[in-house]
């Protein structure tokens, strides 16, 4: 069933919608932790912030570790701050009460936002969810499937039994999406993990250039712990894939991708 949809969505989705394009449209994929603002200089400047991803041109983003009215960043709502600066529409997801505001996660979408919701995982060290909104890039028709936008912000603890616990709650919520989805965030976990593991099944990962995949910290790489993944894995193509090497705005590096859905994609099977 989510192969014979994910066909009808991108038989509808034409480049910008125009007729007799040979290829679909690429969704232009970033995900960033941004420290709430705060760089590597002790500085909270969202200016500073919005000018690494509008370097990309993202379609999507997904940010972690967003403050909305807290007091060590100004009170400011970040997501919104940064949609405005961007031209973009945003959704916030919130993990706890912070410093007389909320903390948590954000998805900045160049196409409008159609449905947002918070899914509630379980408390790790701090609490934890996942954010999911829909969207419909320009050329998709009406009766085809949205895209769903996951992005995560995982467990830190050396232990990963809240990590996975987290990751497996989510993945039954991947499972019954009945369209397409990017799944994208800081898993806070290394390649060939068991969190890893389960959520990229039946995905094709954005994968990184082999001698510049890491991710944290900014000013000296050692580990990959942010991944952009996008379901079914043989609906979609990949390119351009890398890390971006910005070492002052946050003390993560972020990562982009473009997707582009296959016009031959099966027709049947099961995500698994």
């Not at 989510?2 to 989705?13: D, E, G, I, P």
């Not at 991803?53 to 983003?61: E, F, H, S, T």
Request: with cysteine; aromatic share 8%.
């Amino acid at each position: 069933m989510l192969r014979r949809l994910f066909v009808r969505y991108v038989a509808a989705w034409a480049l910008l919608g125009v007729a007799g394009a040979a290829e679909p449209e690429g969704l232009r994929v970033a995900t960033y932790n941004i420290k709430h603002g705060a760089g590597n200089d002790g500085t909270v400047d969202l200016a500073r912030t919005a000018a690494v991803p509008a370097k990309l041109r993202p379609d999507v983003v997904g940010l972690q570790e967003v403050d909305e009215h807290a007091l060590r960043s100004g009170s400011v709502d970040q997501a919104r701050d940064l949609a405005k600066r961007l031209k973009m529409h945003a959704a916030f997801g919130p993990f706890m009460d912070f410093q007389g505001g909320r903390y948590g996660l954000a998805i900045l979408s160049k196409f409008p936002i159609e449905s947002s919701r918070v899914v509630k995982l379980p408390a790790g060290g701090e609490p934890r969810v996942a954010l999911m909104v829909e969207v419909r890039p320009p050329g998709a028709a009406a009766e085809a499937p949205p895209v769903t936008i996951v992005n995560v912000h995982f467990d830190w603890l050396s232990d990963d039994r809240d990590r996975f616990r987290q990751a497996t709650t989510l993945k039954k919520e991947l499972d019954a999406l009945p369209g397409p989805y990017l799944l994208l965030g800081d898993f806070n976990d290394t390649p060939g993990s068991r969190t890893l593991e389960l959520l990229s099944r039946g995905c094709l990962e954005a994968k990184k250039p082999a001698d510049d995949r890491f991710t944290f910290s900014a000013v000296k790489p050692s580990t990959e712990i942010d991944y952009i993944f996008a379901a079914p894995a043989d609906g979609w193509s990949v390119e351009g894939a890398r890390v971006i090497d910005e070492r002052v705005a946050s003390d993560h590096r972020p990562v982009f991708a473009t997707f582009r859905p296959l016009r031959d994609a099966p027709a049947s099977g099961a995500r698994k």
